[in-house]
């Protein structure tokens, strides 16, 4: 059997901590950019601990080290953590400590915490800094430990990137950063510091690979009515590239001159900064003679509201992803008796399909495809060894997404290969009335998505049932899968609603060890209507085009609003796609869209 690498890894760190005076180090699953997903170099917190979802901080002691992550993964990482010496500790539990008491209660007064300032959100940092202060333990911020443990260390990417042509983005480089700058007087900033990859990626038009299923590249950029500045190596641009940006009246400079740049800032500057945005380390280079103005992203928000350029490009993908998605279910139906698929072969399936249309690039995220009981670990990932085969009984979870050059898409369907019991009818179809609930929502203008969340809950709260995940993310043109500000959620996000956004819509109920369901599709905020007494209302206009399974539906359960709504979708999905298939394809989509 193979060893565990673990223990190893985590006794080497115990050393590195010793040498250093150190009673406990944190790791956080971000990079110097903040990001959900960071390139291989900065997967430290995968690295040390052995678990591999997006979201969870690793934290060592002297004797003990525990992950803390949230109810996604607690499935996966009792899992991936069984045998590495770290403790789960399941947030959002009564029963959980809070992670920075138990560090508290670990270490004592007197002792030391380390954390790597370069890959903490300064706003984290800063919060801890004063929680352990208060109580006589002291911060060091100044240690990369994986520069010292981790052998063979990936290197910080230098693949090249590529930009996106106006007929694309729907917006110039230098119309973007002149809004910026127009927004940047409003909140009296001189300047301000980009240190998200995504954010980066759309002021300058720029995509890269530098990431897993997000069309990224490594950068930092500051941008200022003075000038603008991205922050590169070199060695990633194309001449032609670096040409256009010079002609935009852009500066190139090397990525790791920006801790210098900003520590040389004009003594009373102005500078906009968001504390979750930048790392630890780069907030606190800022000079003590400038004025830090700590404000959510207008950048994140200007880029969340898309144009109608983007739009269209979504639009375009969607057919795209909706004819993949008939290819794949047509082949899943024919392919299940056979007693030949896996989950595996689920995801490598997608990939097939959905490669063969124009302007696919990869996979927006990896593939969730979870057959009965591996259907309720919600982010499930199949490997090989332990993939479920899939039986001609019960219901097949899938959750997948694609890039494609002119749109990103993610959607999820809960499809019967079988057999279904009651209890999973009725669930099914809960989770459906929440995701109709959600879809036809009308508000007013300045709504909060956590205004709207409990929409897409209600009917499961009613059978005593709910969901611990979010109901709604932003989602990133050609860009990430996940992206703010906005979401739909139960906890409080200040953000409003606008007109041009685009979000999930994903409902779903998992029962432990038996099934998971959820249903996805993306939606766009548009204005409805406006009077001159009430003001303007909102609504959503569903762009995913891929039938939702009606054999599981419980139809006793749906209002005949609600049955018209599906209907009627289901007629659009029909109507957009159909010129795209061929005879037979076009039979099946037909039989898959008749009204129920």
Same mark, same amino acid.
């Given at each position: 059997?193979?060893?565990?690498?673990?223990?190893?890894?985590?006794?080497?760190?115990?050393?590195?901590?010793?040498?250093?005076?150190?009673?406990?180090?944190?790791? %956080?699953?971000?990079?110097?950019?903040?990001?959900?997903?960071?390139?291989?170099?900065?997967?430290?917190?995968? +690295?040390?601990?052995?678990?591999?979802?997006?979201?969870?901080?690793?934290?060592?002691?002297?004797?003990?080290? #525990?992950?803390?992550?949230?109810?996604?993964?607690?499935?996966?990482?009792?899992? /991936?953590?069984?045998?590495? #010496?770290?403790?789960?500790?399941?947030?959002?539990?009564?029963?959980? %400590?809070?992670?920075?008491?138990?560090?508290?209660?670990?270490?004592?007064?007197?002792?030391?915490?380390?954390?790597?300032?370069?890959?903490?959100? =300064?706003?984290?940092?800063?919060?801890?800094?004063?929680?352990?202060?208060?109580?006589?333990?002291?911060?060091?911020?100044?240690?990369?430990?994986?520069?010292?443990?981790?052998?063979?260390?990936?290197?910080?990417?230098?693949? @090249?990137?590529?930009? $996106?042509?106006?007929?694309?983005?729907?917006?110039?480089?230098?119309?973007? *950063?002149?809004?910026?700058?127009?927004? $940047?007087?409003?909140?009296?900033?001189?300047?301000?510091?980009? &240190?998200?990859?995504?954010?980066?990626? +759309?002021?300058?038009?720029?995509?890269?690979?530098?990431?897993?299923?997000?069309?990224?590249?490594?950068?930092?950029?500051?941008?200022?009515?003075?000038?603008?500045?991205?922050?590169?190596?070199?060695?990633?641009?194309?001449?032609?590239?670096?040409?256009?940006? @010079?002609?935009?009246?852009?500066?190139?400079?090397?990525?790791?001159?920006?801790?210098?740049?900003?520590?040389?800032?004009?003594?009373?500057?102005?500078?906009?900064?968001?504390?979750?945005?930048?790392?630890?380390?780069?907030?606190?280079?800022?000079?003590?003679?400038?004025?830090? *103005?700590?404000?959510?992203?207008?950048?994140?928000?200007?880029?969340?509201?898309?144009?109608?350029?983007?739009?269209?490009?979504?639009?375009?993908?969607? &057919?795209?992803?909706?004819?993949?998605? &008939?290819?794949?279910?047509? +082949?899943?139906?024919?392919?299940?008796?056979?007693?030949?698929?896996?989950?595996?072969?689920?995801?490598?399936?997608?990939?097939?399909?959905?490669?063969?249309?124009?302007?696919? &690039?990869?996979?927006?995220?990896?593939?969730?495809?979870?057959? #009965?009981?591996?259907?309720?670990?919600?982010?499930?990932? =199949?490997?090989?060894?332990?993939?479920?085969?899939?039986?001609?009984?019960?219901?097949?979870?899938?959750?997948?997404?694609?890039?494609?050059?002119?749109?990103?898409?993610?959607?999820?369907?809960?499809?019967?290969?079988?057999?279904?019991?009651?209890?999973?009818?009725?669930?099914?179809?809960?989770?459906?009335?929440?995701?109709?609930?959600?879809?036809?929502?009308?508000? %007013?203008?300045?709504?909060?998505?956590?205004?709207?969340?409990?929409?897409?809950?209600?009917?499961?709260?009613?059978?005593?049932?709910?969901?611990?995940?979010?109901?709604?993310?932003?989602?990133?043109?050609?860009?990430?899968?996940?992206?703010?500000?906005?979401? !739909?959620?139960?906890?409080?996000?200040?953000?409003?609603?606008?007109?041009?956004?685009?979000?999930?819509?994903?409902?779903?109920?998992?029962?432990?060890?038996?099934?998971?369901?959820?249903?996805?599709?993306? !939606?766009?905020?548009?204005?409805?209507?406006?009077?001159?007494?009430?003001?303007?209302?909102?609504?959503?206009?569903?762009?995913?085009?891929?039938?939702?399974?009606?054999?599981?539906?419980?139809?006793?359960?749906?209002?005949?609003?609600?049955?018209?709504?599906?209907?009627?979708?289901?007629? @659009?999905?029909?109507?957009?796609?159909?010129?795209?298939?061929? /005879?037979?394809?076009?039979? +099946?989509?037909?039989?898959?869209?008749?009204?129920?």
């Amino acid at each position: 059997m193979k060893k565990n690498p673990i223990p190893e890894r985590v006794a080497a760190m115990r050393q590195f901590m010793e040498e250093r005076q150190l009673d406990a180090f944190i790791v %956080p699953s971000t990079d110097a950019h903040l990001s959900e997903y960071p390139p291989k170099y900065w997967e430290s917190r995968k +690295w040390i601990t052995g678990f591999t979802g997006s979201a969870g901080t690793a934290v060592v002691t002297k004797e003990k080290a #525990g992950v803390w992550t949230d109810s996604r993964y607690f499935l996966q990482a009792a899992d /991936e953590l069984d045998g590495t #010496g770290f403790d789960l500790f399941k947030m959002g539990q009564l029963d959980t %400590p809070e992670m920075t008491d138990w560090i508290i209660e670990q270490v004592g007064q007197g002792g030391t915490v380390g954390i790597d300032g370069l890959v903490y959100a =300064a706003s984290e940092g800063n919060a801890l800094k004063s929680r352990l202060e208060a109580v006589g333990i002291k911060l060091n911020t100044s240690f990369d430990p994986f520069e010292v443990i981790r052998e063979e260390r990936p290197e910080i990417p230098k693949n @090249k990137v590529f930009t $996106l042509p106006v007929d694309v983005a729907g917006e110039s480089v230098k119309s973007k *950063i002149d809004r910026v700058n127009d927004e $940047l007087k409003k909140v009296n900033a001189d300047g301000a510091i980009v &240190v998200t990859l995504d954010t980066i990626a +759309w002021l300058f038009n720029l995509r890269g690979n530098d990431v897993d299923y997000n069309p990224v590249a490594v950068a930092y950029a500051y941008v200022s009515g003075k000038e603008t500045v991205l922050f590169i190596d070199p060695v990633k641009l194309t001449d032609e590239i670096a040409a256009a940006y @010079k002609e935009q009246g852009i500066t190139i400079a090397p990525y790791h001159t920006i801790f210098n740049y900003v520590a040389n800032l004009p003594k009373g500057s102005s500078v906009c900064v968001t504390g979750s945005k930048i790392n630890y380390k780069l907030l606190h280079t800022i000079p003590s003679t400038c004025r830090i *103005i700590d404000v959510p992203s207008p950048l994140d928000l200007m880029k969340s509201v898309k144009n109608e350029t983007e739009l269209k490009g979504f639009r375009n993908a969607m &057919v795209k992803d909706g004819v993949a998605l &008939v290819k794949f279910y047509m +082949w899943l139906e024919k392919a299940v008796p056979t007693g030949e698929v896996s989950e595996v072969t689920v995801a490598d399936k997608l990939f097939e399909f959905r490669s063969q249309q124009a302007l696919f &690039v990869g996979e927006s995220f990896a593939t969730i495809a979870g057959y #009965g009981p591996n259907g309720a670990v919600i982010h499930y990932r =199949a490997v090989p060894e332990t993939a479920l085969k899939i039986e001609p009984k019960g219901l097949l979870l899938i959750d997948s997404g694609a890039q494609y050059k002119d749109g990103t898409t993610d959607i999820t369907r809960t499809v019967a290969v079988g057999e279904l019991t009651e209890q999973m009818k009725i669930d099914y179809t809960l989770v459906l009335k929440g995701h109709i609930a959600l879809a036809t929502a009308i508000y %007013p203008r300045g709504t909060r998505g956590a205004q709207l969340d409990v929409l897409a809950r209600k009917a499961l709260w009613e059978h005593g049932l709910t969901y611990w995940h979010g109901t709604g993310h932003g989602i990133g043109h050609f860009l990430n899968v996940h992206e703010g500000p906005q979401n !739909i959620r139960l906890e409080e996000n200040p953000t409003l609603l606008e007109p041009g956004m685009v979000t999930s819509n994903e409902p779903g109920v998992y029962r432990a060890n038996q099934y998971g369901i959820r249903t996805e599709n993306l !939606i766009v905020t548009q204005k409805r209507s406006e009077s001159e007494e009430f003001g303007t209302f909102y609504d959503f206009e569903t762009i995913t085009l891929c039938p939702i399974d009606t054999r599981p539906i419980a139809k006793e359960l749906l209002t005949e609003k609600e049955v018209q709504w599906l209907n009627g979708y289901h007629e @659009k999905v029909y109507n957009e796609l159909k010129g795209f298939l061929n /005879e037979e394809e076009k039979a +099946w989509l037909r039989e898959k869209t008749q009204a129920i």
